[in-house]
């Protein structure tokens, strides 16, 4: 995450746990846990980390000094060179690259610098500290260019590119390291201990949810429109069909309806028809939604929803209209599961603990069998099992049925592509009902690294 002057490394382990560790060898040292981005101040005595507490983002300098937060997240942080501000990307969106830059001071004071970009990746100050340079990308082709903005807010082209241009860092001489990307989601479908079959043809798709009678897939494209596509795809490979715009979230349990979120507005959650129908709206006063899933009765959503910029936290609102219900604490909130016929959510709390929080307000179920290092993934519909993996980050993703009556874990199916190469990412996979098939994606990544000199 950031290189010091003394020459230490301040490095992600997994999970999101932060370590220093020295250039010339040793074992890293933790830090902090949900930090996603780091870096040194200019004298390398200090961190500047963003990282997620209480339902928000972060942006801390020093560590424990709160300058901004928000309930989108703080990306590709770095610290001028004289140390007087620290210029980041701010996304509205957790899990999405769209947004804009953005520097606050070290009273505090932030302002944005820039519009609000389709994608934007990679930041770094320019030597004398009077510019931040990034790639982004205007429109959804995904050919980020390489920009300049004024600590005024004035902003120039540096480098047109054909190509995803990534900005890694600059030298003090000005020599700047980029790395240009190919990079793809794509979406299968498999046979528990079969083969696979890809079920997405663009560039940019990734599975959500599937439907309870295994029959369907939810996937959403985020590449060729502001507020991207939403398909439903029939798991035997035939063509998938375009419902609307947004992303993607949860289908009925009658296949009727899938809910979807635009990136443009997030004050509504859309509902989407599978058939002949017309669109619907949910929504709230001074609510901004950011997931939302369907429960087990068919008539109410489960959202993930921030009120009044609050931190987010699980709700459960009616499709018909009324008021959200508050299901978790502000801050604590994870995933939405389906654990033997009943709705929960699933989080850790303040202190560590794993809990299941009834969707009906009953008292949450203390989960003892999770350790620190795992992720709750999903729930059996049908029987007392979470699924779970140790290792988020790994490549295959080992995935482990945990048994809540006995305490009991086991191993239960290793994620692997077909085609390893250019693989960095497995995403969770999503199992059927009857645990015969599951869809998930995988990121597949081509990068070149250059070193240009000359820009100005």
Known sequence: MGVSRSGELAIALRNGHLARAPVAGGAPRELLDNVVAADWSPDGSQLAVARFENGKFRLEYPVGNVLYETIGIVMHMRISPQGDAIAFMDHPLQGDDRGSVAVVDLKGNKRTLTHEWAGEQGLAWSPDGNEVWFTAA???????????????????????????????????????????????????????????????????????????????AVIYESGSETNYRVYLAKLDGSPATLLGSGVANGISPDNKWVASILPSDTTKVLLLPTGIGQTKTVTAPNFHYRDASWANDGRTLVVRASESDRPLRFWVQDVAGGSPRAITPEGVGSLFVTVNHSDYVCAR????????????????????????????????????????????????????????????????????????????????????????????????????????????
């Open 138 to 216: 205007l429109d959804e082709d995904w050919h980020r260019n390489l920009y300049a903005v004024s600590r005024s807010g004035r902003q120039r082209l540096v480098l047109r590119s054909p190509a995803a241009l990534n900005l890694e860092d600059i030298a003090p001489d000005g020599r700047v390291l980029l790395r240009r990307d190919e990079r793809r989601y794509e979406v299968a479908v498999r046979q528990l201990g079969g083969e696979a079959r890809l079920l997405s043809w663009l560039q940019i798709m990734e599975a959500v949810s599937v439907s309870r009678d295994g029959q369907y």
């Open 349 to 456: 709390d303040s202190t560590g603990k794993v809990q299941l929080y009834p969707i009906d307000g009953g008292k949450p179920k203390v989960i003892t069998a999770v350790s620190d290092s795992d992720r709750v993934i999903g729930g059996s519909p049908s029987a007392e099992v979470l699924y779970l993996t140790p290792d988020t980050s790994a490549v295959p993703l080992q995935i482990l049925k945990l048994n809540l009556a006995t305490g009991l874990r086991q191993p239960f199916v290793n994620v692997s592509p077909a085609d390893p190469a250019g693989i960095v990412a497995l995403f969770p996979p999503i199992f059927t009902a009857d645990e015969k098939r599951y869809v998930d994606t995988q990121v597949r990544a081509f990068s070149v690294l250059y070193v240009a000199t000359g820009l100005k």
